[in-house]
Structure formats: C-alpha cells, structure tokens
C-alpha cells in the first residue's frame, strides 16, 4: 500500500520548484539539478522504519559581499523531516545532521540542537544533532490511521554557510537516525534534496523496560524535573540534580535553561534566580495575556534564567527554605566523599501562556547547562519523558505519591579543549636540576601581547614553582644561561592557571619508589573539601600509601587513584601576602603529600621514562592540562638502591 504523502512539506515543495515562491537573483533556487519532484520517492514505500530527509530550500548572499569566494557568507533555508513508516512508536526521536560548509545555525523551529550554545550555534565542523521539541514521539499510521500530524516531525532550519560558488548547491555529506537500536545505510542524495531509511537493527538487544515513557539513563550527571502540582494555567516543578560520577563535582554551580512558550517563574524555593526585572513580562507577551497582574512579585522573567543555590544559612527559612538536599551554597560532591552532598533540590512555580492552558500541556524547559567555579564541563542532552516519579507519601504513612509527570535531562563530564584547562601540571624529579613546568597559555592567553603565546614554557629550577609567574622570569633566565640554553627574544607567556599540581618524582630504588605531590591555589578564594585524583598506567597496581592525603584506589575508573585531605589537611587556602608585601612575592596556598609505591606486580616499568608520571591528573573534577616533556636526567644521579 502506497502512504498518502498529502502533508505541508511536499505543497510546499510543489510550490518551491515549480516557481511559485520567487526570490532575489542572489539565491540559487533555481540552480542546476535542485529541482526535486513533487511527489515523494518511490523509496518511501520500500522503507520499514524511519524514513529521514532534508530539502535544501535556497540561500542568499548577505553582506559583506566579497571578492574571496571561501569568506562570502550565505543566509540559507533548508528542512529536515523524519516520518515514522514503521510499525512501532519512535520515543525521543533524534536525527543526526552532518553539515560540512562552515554552517551558522540561527533558529531552528521543530527541534532543540542537542550540546547546542546559544545562537548562532556553529555545526559547520563536526555537524549537529537535532532532538524533537514540542513533538518529541512519532506514533506509526497504523495506531493514528495514517494521520501525519502524529506521525512525522518537521524542522525549519535558517542559518548562514561559508564558500562555494553561486551554482553549487551546498548539501550536508551526512543524514542519520541517531536514536538506540537503529542501522541507516548512507543517504541518498537527488540535488537539493537527500533522504535515508533507518531500520531497526536485528543484532540489537533492547533492555525490557515496563515503562510508559523513555526508560531512565543516569549519565555523570543529571536533572530530574517533577511536576508536582498542575493547574489550567501554572504549575509547581521540583529540580532535583543529581552527581553520579566518582570524579564530578560542582562548587557554587549556575543553572541555564530556556523557556520556549513564554513561561515565567513566579517565585522559587531552595534556590534563586540572579536577576528579578518585571520589565521583560510586562512588555512582553506574559503582559499582554495576564493584563491585571501585579509583574513586582515576580521572580524571573527571563527566557534563560540564572538559577543558583542558596546559602546554608537560609536552609530554614519559611519562605524559601525547608527542602531536602538544598542550601548548600552550590557545592555537588561526588558520593566517593559524601553522598548526602551529591544532590541538590528546588522548587520552581512556574506561569503559562496560551495555548497551553489546561492542566496537561506542560512543557519542560530546553537547552539545560550547567557551570561551575572550577569544576568538570559538561554537555547536557534534551529532556525525555520518564515515568512519573514516585515519592513517599508527606503525612507519614505507608504509601506513595506520584509526580504528574517528569521528564530527565542527562550530562555527561566532557575534556577541556586545549588552553581551556583550569588547572594545570609541572614535573619535577630528584635526578633532573630543572622543573618542567604548566605549558604555556595552559588555561587561555586571550589579549596577551608581551608574550609568546607558542613558545615552549622555560625550565626552571625547582624553587621557582613556589613563586607567582610574573616573578619567575629572573629564576628561568638564570638557569637557561648556566645550562646554556637558548632563551627567546619574545618569552613566553603564563598558564594563566587558578589551580597547579607538581608532581615530583621523589626517589626510585630496586623494591620501589616515592613521588610528592603539591597543590597550589593561585586564586584569593579557597576551597574547602578539595579533592585530587591521578591515573597512572603501570605503576598503578604499586600503590601503597599517600601520607598527608587521604589516598583509595577507585573502583569503575581505570587506574585511577582517589586523594582528599586528612581532617585538618581538606581546606586548600588561597593566595595571601607574603611576609614583607613591599618586596616579597605573594604565597598561593598550598598542601602536599608523599605517595609511595612497590614495584612488586609492575614488572617492566621505568619510572624515569615516564612510567612514575601521571597520565591523567584531576583537581576537584576538573581535568588538568599536562606538561608535554619530561625532566631530563642530570649529571652525577644515579638510581636508588
């Protein structure tokens, strides 16, 4: 049986490439082999799943206009549809887009970008996927009798691409399903129109959920949002944020989202939101409808709100405290350290918007991140619909309460890029007279012009890494023209790092070997309840003690070892005065520890050539950026016995 394929995506097309929608001379709609014809592929029968596409609308040169082809931007238009022509329903639908010509995103209307900032969004490199907002289920023709409103999901894209020439007719090099259990052969491409259909992968082994909704995943992190009271038009949500990695943490996090139907936050318990300004609803749409409302003793309107923890001290306020896991000024520890820390809760009352008044239409918010002081990055996916979360009943008897409904947003800790570190490394080692210390620009060098932000960062004599950069240049100087070094005629510029780590190498004899490990907080804050933690390859296994730390093998990690502060040792103080302020340089705050190892079960390692140095260093969940060189050995040193 043929499906029906009378839908506003194909009139529209009909009209496009039959010349009834007309446009500048700029654009190139009309270009060679763009025209697709007005009815769908015959593939479409064919297809047993889900059936993706992108129409390449037109785009326009925009100024400015340029002679250099490669610079010459180009707004564009294009649409992407994925239609459920399987038997069963698709939850949470996710489609990936492999753009490849520098692409600027800047609005998509039917989907939210996933990992996506704010716009533009650049896809352009590495493409983009697209998750479905409001539709975010696709039910199958034969439990809708073909009604194609339920069944597919359109996505209008506008944004801004690079390069090509007038004729070219730039198309993405990649279309894909991207949703679990799913196999999508290379899309076919017929001008500015390709398609592709996804089928279900027979090798794939789906978990048996008795779910209603989306089964729940629990990445590094994540966000449960429970509606817990629904009214025509308002409802109280409660947030509660979860950290389940070993190694995560937050400390005095900011939470984002973005409404997307022009909800505001009436008011908050167990957080705040950091700007209060009635002005944005009163002109805004939320003015128009709620005519008569007093807009002062709103707490937000914003679109993207900032939502912060309270302190401690508020946690018993009437008003705005008594909530379980609140109020801890922003501080998520991992449960390795303390598991009642590792949650977070809030309550948000929120007001809507026609259409959505009625108790059923409620729509979570989008785009969720999350930050902290010096804490991992993560990148967070679009909220799915869960089972409704289940609580203990609040008078105190045998019994349970469910949420409305809920929804999860899952995150996931992410690398820095390079230079965009916030802590950093510097090797040391008993055998070598110099200190290779954090890589130049470690943690960013933006605006530095005194310095070279591409020249290898100086050795220097071991002393010096107890000093602030600005007075290291004597120390580095002096020991470059004893070892006879070449210094540059441009030095090179600082880490630019708050947090560094000296990992020095502290002895090595035949049964084993030591290393010191040293934090220094170059910021005038401090951090209280700090926590390290290292991977080494084959030394791992030799751990034995660390001394001043509080140091435990973790479990789930590969190689990794887990170190906080002894009672007393777990407050890293931050940079103060030194002793005369005159003429002495400023004092980071510091903690230090030795670690020891046996080479018993690490058999064939060298600790010299790198097998005694870390692989992976960690301050408070936030990955540090390495040296990329080792200490040399000097002369006259010889191996322990």
């Known amino acids: 049986m043929r499906i029906p394929w009378n839908v506003v995506s194909w009139i529209l097309l009909v009209l496009f490439y039959n010349g009834t929608v007309q ?3 700029a654009q190139d709609y009309d270009s060679p082999g763009t025209t697709t ?18 129409i390449f609308q037109g ?27 399987g038997s069963q329903e698709l939850k949470s639908w996710k489609l990936f887009i492999g753009f490849q010509h520098r692409e600027l995103l800047v609005s998509v209307d039917g989907a939210v970008v996933v990992d996506g900032d704010d716009f533009p969004i650049s896809v352009g490199k590495n493409g983009t996927t697209l998750a479905g907002y409001p539709m975010t289920d696709l039910k199958t023709a034969i439990d809708t009798a073909g009604d194609f409103t339920q069944m597919q999901a359109q996505v209008n894209i506008k944004g801004t691409q690079f390069g090509l020439t007038a004729k070219t007719i ?16 290379g899309a076919t491409r017929k001008g500015g129109y390709m398609y592709v259909c996804c089928k279900k992968d027979p ?28 009214y025509e038009n308002k409802y109280l949500a409660q947030v509660t944020i979860d950290n389940n990695h070993p190694l995560g943490r937050l400390d005095q996090w900011n939470l984002t989202w973005e409404w997307m139907r022009n909800e505001f936050i009436l008011d908050m318990r167990g957080a705040y939101t950091h700007r209060k300004d009635p002005a944005e609803c009163i002109y805004g749409p939320q003015g128009q409808y709620y005519q008569d409302f007093d807009f002062s003793t709103v707490m937000n309107c914003q679109k993207k709100p900032i939502i912060s923890d309270l302190p401690p001290e508020m946690q018993n ?41 009625n108790r059923t239409a409620i729509f979570p918010p989008q785009n969720w991140k999350i930050e902290g002081r010096l804490n991992p990055s993560y990148k967070c996916g679009a909220p799915q619909r869960v089972d409704p979360t289940e609580f203990p009943d609040p008078s105190g008897i045998d019994a349970t309460t469910s949420a409305v409904a809920s929804w999860q947003v899952n995150c996931n800790m992410t690398r820095p890029k390079p230079r965009q ?13 110099a200190a290779v210390p954090c890589s130049t620009c470690a943690c960013g060098c933006d605006g530095e012009r005194q310095c070279d932000a591409n020249a290898p960062a100086m050795l220097l ?36 790092c708050g947090v560094s780590i000296n990992w020095h190498i502290d002895s090595d004899y035949k049964s084993g070997w030591t290393a010191r490990m040293t934090l220094f907080n170059w910021d005038e804050m401090a951090f209280a309840d700090w926590f390290s933690a290292f991977q080494l390859k084959k030394a791992f296994p030799g751990f034995e003690k660390s001394y001043s730390f509080n140091g435990t093998k973790l479990t789930g990690i590969d190689s990794t070892v887990f170190m906080q502060g002894l009672p007393g040792l777990n407050y890293l103080v931050g940079e103060v005065n030194g002793t005369h302020p005159d003429r002495d340089p400023r004092v980071p705050g510091k903690q230090q520890s030795v670690i020891s190892f046996t080479k018993k079960g690490t058999r064939g390692m060298n600790v010299a050539q790198g097998d005694g140095f870390p692989t992976r260093v960690y301050f408070n969940g936030e990955e540090c950026a390495l040296p990329k060189e080792l200490p040399k050995r000097s002369g006259g040193h010889r191996l322990s016995d």
């Open 23 to 25: 446009t500048c001379n």
């Open 37 to 54: 014809p007005s009815t769908p592929p015959a593939e479409i029968d064919k297809c047993d799943g889900i059936f993706a596409s992108y």
């Open 59 to 85: 785009r326009e040169k925009e100024y400015p206009f340029v002679k250099n082809v490669s610079a010459q931007a180009w707004s564009f238009q294009a649409m992407a549809t994925v239609l459920n022509t």
């Open 170 to 185: 730039p198309m993405p090099k990649s279309l894909k399903l991207m949703n679990d259990g799913f196999k999508c052969p």
């Open 203 to 230: 090798k794939f082994k789906l978990k048996v959920a008795k779910t209603k909704f989306f089964p729940r995943k629990y990445g590094d992190l994540h966000f449960t949002y429970d509606v817990l009271r629904a």
């Open 317 to 357: 306020d009437d008003k705005v405290g008594k909530l379980p896991y609140c109020c801890k000024d922003g501080i998520l520890l991992p449960k390795t350290m303390n598991e009642t820390k590792s949650r977070a809760i809030f309550q948000v009352d929120v007001f809507k918007l026609p259409p959505d008044l």
């Open 421 to 433: 570190s916030k802590c950093c490394v510097s090797y040391s080692a008993y055998y070598s007279d």
């Open 461 to 496: 004599p071991s002393d010096a890494l107890l000093v602030p950069f600005a007075n290291r240049t004597a120390k580095a100087l002096a020991l470059a023209r004893i070892k006879h070094r070449a210094i540059p005629k441009k030095l090179p510029c600082p880490d630019n």
